[in-house]
């Protein structure tokens, strides 16, 4: 049995058979198109490392089966900034050394960028550590982690960064 | 708060180390283009799912592979009755890191979690389905789990084959000149490392060679110990580990997955990818063993302490023997005529543990910490007063010297920063704005600064560029950065002109990266590379009568910048580059190791030291601990990356944090399954729990440790921290918790 459908990643669409009905969201973007940027820590929604935006809003793509992602828009860590060039919150990450292994990262960074879209930062640290706890980080670098994320949101309000 | 403060000024140190450089593997990271090992997909793959116990002890009396094979997709099931042959008893231990795997060799249920079956298939899903398929029959035998149930037995080695006793001095006769003794009795929990990264092997096979994809702690060294379990010669085996997503120690020691996986791939003849699901990594891939902790300190009317004993009663599984060396805390880290320290062992129907962040100084310091802030109360003195009164200018196990040791320094930065002089002695004096009981705890940090052996390679290019090869491995800790900066300072170059490869096994081997040994090991082995590089450029130039620099004689030449000059006379100079195309040589070779120097070994006792203070605030109605400042000062001989040294800091006081009020795995009594083997249930800190926090460094010149002066920081930061923020929570409530982590119903 196939199920057919479409999705857009990173502004690509794809049409997709799908052979299994099983399939989540990422493994579909990590095994079938070999998208591996985004990270698997735990398939049970519990550590954010395979954050992706779906239609803008972040979504643990473990807990989504591809089947039901029929006509969404999907941007994983590969297409949040044009090829060669790096989006605000990778400039930022990388100066604030918000990573260490790097492997919750590209979960963190989709997870704020969907945080600053949904208008809940405030560039206001103590929202931003709440906002973004749903994404582990066992290296512990969450303090470099809510810094990228305030700067980030500071420069992409216009304001200038401390 | 810290947020605005500007960072503390580092010195920088030469051309490259000093240099707070962002991490150069940082934009692969951040792109999503650094590969981890689940992130390989050799063509012909096949997924193989393991299939673990439902319960700690007993046996498999049935598995249903007929219905697992039944389901499309899944091509192989192995059980013990059909699992091929392998060349090595997995119950021997053949060499010191080889802990005994469960590999299907019968039918036994050891720990939960234990692979009964493996299950191989075209598809991830239809390998788990298979695995759910099995639906096994267990015949159960009651679990022995916990101090009360496990059996007691003797030590013979602790940690990795260290003695499990220790005396210094006559105790019993310090206890009896003591004018108080406080005893104290401490329990930790297992705690599970768990790596973002799950554990995870790509193994192929081209021929007698073994091909893998796997995160690595020490992957020269790995070799044989893969390859003893298929009678091939270690060369045979390459192991490609460039990043890893998190080790914590984890990642050191084989675990029954890889194997499993290379012998799966053998048999089929096609690639196999096994990933351990979370629930799968509290199990076989090792754990920090439980502690019960008993200590005694005898302190005499001036404060100071007369006798010190720790014991420590560790866990370990029912069929291995890795103790965390608990009690060895006490050994080091302060001024005491008479220490002994003791181990004992309890076997529990668990995986056996093995080395996690800080094995035995994370739970010994913890223990230490609290007993030493009780004895200091008791004493009526100020925790850090107490501690400055039994500061060891000497090693208290040894009567060495050290190599150096700034720990004053940190009492005071790290106090100076906190504001800790305006402390009240007694507890619940402070409250916040909110209502809130606050109170203010300490403690100090203390680590090993060990040096392995390792090797290097750096060739000079015709155009005055570098490679330099070592098999390093980065799990986070910054190797592809630190250790690039300190090979460009060995071959006089910009960080730009040097290409560092690293986290294979064809390359040179680094050693491990473990106990905090690597930048000072692999760093060393770079750096004497690089250096031999330039000598060789010397001997070159200086007996070229063409070359500027020839009959240098005595004068020392030095290498900066792609440069040779002798000193003092900058206009006879030459560019490596030239030299090297007037020599017709197209490139250049030189060799290093990284090793201590066994004098300075036997001479001097080696430690990074720090000092954590830590504020918490008590929610007096809902007894909700709050970590609301947390400051910690640390000296680690020379720093050669500042930005990422303060990260590994700041991520070890991160786990003390989670190890004082969060870290636990529980047990189902019956069962002796966890309770917890999830993200979900098993805590680890997350960003909110975090409010200030701050790692400064003071500097130390080191010249016995290493050529380089670098000691280490991985585990530093997690020792001293949990101590800390549980004598802030006495200090807040008055309530002295005898067993990690602090949970809100302990200060009913
Ligand atoms: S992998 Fe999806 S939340 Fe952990
Ligand atoms: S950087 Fe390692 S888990 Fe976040």
């Known amino acids: ?162 | 708060m810290p947020d605005d403060i500007a960072p503390t000024r580092h010195q920088r140190l030469g051309s490259n180390a000093g240099d707070p450089h962002s991490r150069l593997d940082g934009i692969a990271k951040i792109t999503g283009a650094a590969r981890y090992a689940a992130d390989n997909a050799p063509a012909g793959l096949l997924w193989a799912v393991i299939a673990g116990a439902p319960v700690a002890r007993g046996r498999v009396a049935r598995l249903d592979t007929a219905a697992a094979l039944a389901h499309p997709g899944v091509t192989h099931v192995i059980t013990p009755e059909n699992r091929p042959a392998l060349h090595k008893d997995p119950d021997l231990r053949a060499a010191l890191f080889d802990w005994k795997l469960d590999l299907l060799q019968d039918d036994r249920i050891r720990y939960a979690g234990a692979p009964m079956a493996l299950v191989l298939a075209e598809t991830a899903e239809a390998a788990a389905e298979g695995a759910r398929l099995l639906a096994p029959e267990i015949e159960a035998d009651p679990a022995r789990i916990g101090f009360g149930d496990g059996l007691a037995f003797a030590a013979e080695t602790v940690g990795i084959g260290a003695p499990p006793a220790t005396a210094v001095g006559d105790v019993e006769a310090g206890f009896a000149a003591a004018a108080q003794v406080t005893e104290v009795e401490i329990e930790t929990p297992p705690q599970y490392h768990n790596a973002m990264e799950p554990h995870a092997i790509v193994a192929q096979w081209q021929g007698e060679r073994l091909v893998i994809d796997t995160p690595n702690q020490a992957i020269v060294m790995s070799r044989p110990s893969f390859a003893a379990y298929f009678g091939i010669p270690p060369e045979n085996v390459h192991i490609r580990s460039p990043y890893l997503g998190g080790g914590f120690g984890s990642k050191a020691i084989l675990n029954p997955a890889q194997i499993l996986a290379c012998l799966a791939a053998r048999e089929t003849g096609r690639p196999v990818k096994l990933v351990l699901s979370r629930a799968q990594m509290y199990g076989p891939t090792g754990h920090r063993g439980a502690t019960r902790q008993s200590l005694r300190l005898g302190v005499d009317a001036a404060g100071r302490l007369t006798a010190l004993s720790h014991h420590a009663v560790s866990a370990t599984s029912s069929f291995d023997d890795f103790l965390e060396p608990a009690a060895n805390a006490a050994l080091n880290t302060y001024a005491c005529p008479a220490i002994s320290v003791s181990h004992s062992g309890s076997r529990w129907d668990i995986g056996t543990p093995g080395p996690m962040r800080a094995p035995g100084e994370a739970t010994g310091s913890a223990a230490l910490e609290c007993a030493m802030d009780e004895a200091a109360h008791a004493a009526g003195l100020d925790p850090l007063d107490f501690r400055l009164r039994n500061y060891a200018e000497t090693d208290p196990a040894t009567g060495r010297a050290y190599s150096s040791k700034a720990l004053r320094e940190c009492y005071a930065l790290g106090a100076e920063r906190f504001g800790w002089k305006t402390r009240p002695m007694q507890p619940g004096q402070m409250r916040d704005a909110r209502g809130r009981l606050l109170g203010w705890g300490m403690g100090t940090s203390l680590f090993p600064a060990p040096m392995f052996q390792a090797e290097a390679r750096a060739t000079l290019r015709a155009d005055g560029s570098a490679v330099v090869e070592t098999a390093a491995s980065d799990m986070g800790q910054g190797a592809w950065t630190a250790l690039a900066q300190i090979a460009a300072e060995g071959l006089g170059l910009d960080l730009a002109q040097v290409e560092f490869r690293s986290g294979d096994s064809e390359l040179p081997d680094a050693g491990v990266a473990g106990g905090s040994g690597h930048t000072a090991t692999a760093g060393s082995a770079l750096y004497s590379a690089g250096r031999d590089v330039i000598a060789q450029l010397t001997a070159l130039a200086t007996a070229d009568p063409a070359s500027p620099l020839h009959g240098a004689g005595n004068r020392a030449v030095v290498a900066a910048d792609g440069w040779l000059r002798i000193e003092g006379e900058d206009h006879r100079r030459e560019s490596y580059a030239a030299i090297l195309a007037r020599a017709g040589r197209d490139a250049l070779t030189g060799r290093g190791k990284g090793a201590r120097d066994p004098a300075h070994a036997e001479a001097r006792a080696m430690f990074s030291h720090g000092a954590v203070f830590a504020e918490v605030a008590v929610d007096p109605a809902l007894l909700q601990i709050r970590v609301t400042r947390l400051t910690g000062a640390f000296a680690a001989g020379r720093i050669i990356n500042p930005k990422l040294a303060e990260s590994q800091l700041l991520g070890g006081m991160i786990w003390g944090l989670g190890f004082a009020l969060q870290e636990e795995a529980l047990h189902d009594r019956r069962s002796g399954r966890l309770l917890n083997a999830d993200l979900a249930g098993y805590h680890v800190p997350v960003n909110a729990d975090l409010a200030e926090i701050e790692a400064l460094t003071v500097h130390e010149e080191d010249r016995f440790v290493n050529p380089l002066g670098v000691k280490g920081v991985g585990e530093l930061g997690i020792t001293g921290t949990a101590g800390a923020i549980a004598n802030a929570v006495w200090h807040a409530t008055g309530r002295r918790v005898r067993r990690f982590p602090i949970h809100p119903e302990d200060l009913a």
């Open chain 1, 1 to 162: 049995m196939t199920f057919s459908i479409t999705l857009t990643v990173n502004g690509t669409p794809h049409h997709l058979a799908l052979d299994d009905l099983r399939v989540t969201l990422l493994d579909l973007l990590r095994d079938r198109l070999g998208l591996t940027g985004t990270k698997k820590g735990c398939d049970r929604g519990q550590c954010g490392a395979c954050t992706v935006l779906v239609n803008g809003r972040r979504l643990n793509a473990c807990l989504a089966l591809a089947a039901q992602q029929d006509g969404a828009e999907i941007t994983t860590i590969e297409g949040l900034a044009p090829e060669g060039r790096l989006h605000p919150l990778q400039a930022a990450f990388l100066e604030h050394d918000a990573f260490q292994c790097g492997y919750c990262t590209p979960g963190q960074i989709m997870s704020a960028a969907g945080l600053i879209a949904e208008g809940a930062d405030g560039a206001d640290i103590e929202r931003i550590r709440e906002g973004m706890s749903g994404n582990l980080c066992r290296c512990g670098a969450y303090r470099g982690i809510a810094r990228a994320v305030a700067a980030a949101a500071q420069s992409e309000n216009g304001e200038t960064e401390a």
